[in-house]
Structure formats: structure tokens, C-alpha cells
């Protein structure tokens, strides 16, 4: 399974940008995706997950409100919408996904990880 993550950049305070991830490989019917980023000198922390079925949407509290986490199945890609950006945001964003029944907010069911795509917030 690979995971192509893009969509990253450098953007003033308050814009926005949309990542991307492309799953391709896949030998499972269904996955729940996940966002998570890392900023330099912090842990991997939790942004936004989606689970295969159904319309629940989660998201982290720093995020929620100005992040959209979407996906299209039939493309197999799954998007982070980004707006209102804030300088905190600024990190390595990883798409992630998982095909076991685990917690989709749990970092450590996603066996699968794109390879991450900066995101740079300058004020």
C-alpha cells in the first residue's frame, strides 16, 4: 500500500491550502483515513480521521471549525481543506490509513503512512 501525500506550501496567516493523499495498492475493500501532523521538536499529534462508513468526522481541537477532512472513494484520495491557518499550524503533515476495527483517532492502529508534505504558516 502507498499513500501519496501533496498540497503543502508556504502561506500567509489566515489562508488556506488542501491537501491531498492518493491511496494506491490496496489489497483491502475498505479503510478508515486519518491526518496527523508534526511540528519540528513535538510528537505526531492527531488533526482529523473519517471513518469508511458512515458521515462522522472528527477532529482535533485546535483544528475544528477550520479544517474539512473529505474523501472521494472512487479516486481513492482522501483531502484535508485548510483554511483559516494559523502559524501553530505550521508542521509535516502525514496522511495515514487503517483497515482494522480499531479507534480511527488512535495513531497507533494505522498501519499504513504517506510519506508527509510540509505546511509552512508565515505571518
Known amino acids: 500500500v502507498q499513500l501519496q501525500a501533496s498540497g503543502g506550501g508556504l502561506v500567509q496567516t489566515g489562508g488556506s491550502l488542501r491537501l491531498s493523499c492518493v491511496v494506491s495498492g490496496r489489497t483491502f475493500s475498505a479503510y478508515d483515513t486519518a491526518w496527523y501532523r508534526q511540528a519540528p521538536g513535538k510528537e505526531r499529534e492527531f488533526v482529523s480521521a473519517m471513518p469508511w462508513r458512515g458521515d462522522r468526522r472528527l477532529y482535533s481541537n485546535s483544528v475544528r471549525g477550520r479544517f474539512t477532512i473529505s474523501r472521494d472513494k472512487a479516486k481513492d484520495t482522501v483531502f484535508l481543506q485548510m483554511n483559516s491557518l494559523k502559524l501553530e499550524d505550521t508542521a509535516v503533515y502525514y496522511c495515514?490509513?487503517?483497515?482494522?476495527?480499531?479507534?480511527?483517532?488512535?495513531?497507533?492502529?494505522?498501519?499504513?503512512w504517506g510519506q508527509g508534505t510540509q505546511v509552512t504558516v508565515s505571518s
Open positions: 495515514a490509513v487503517k483497515s482494522n476495527a480499531g479507534n480511527v483517532d488512535q495513531i497507533t492502529n494505522y498501519d499504513y
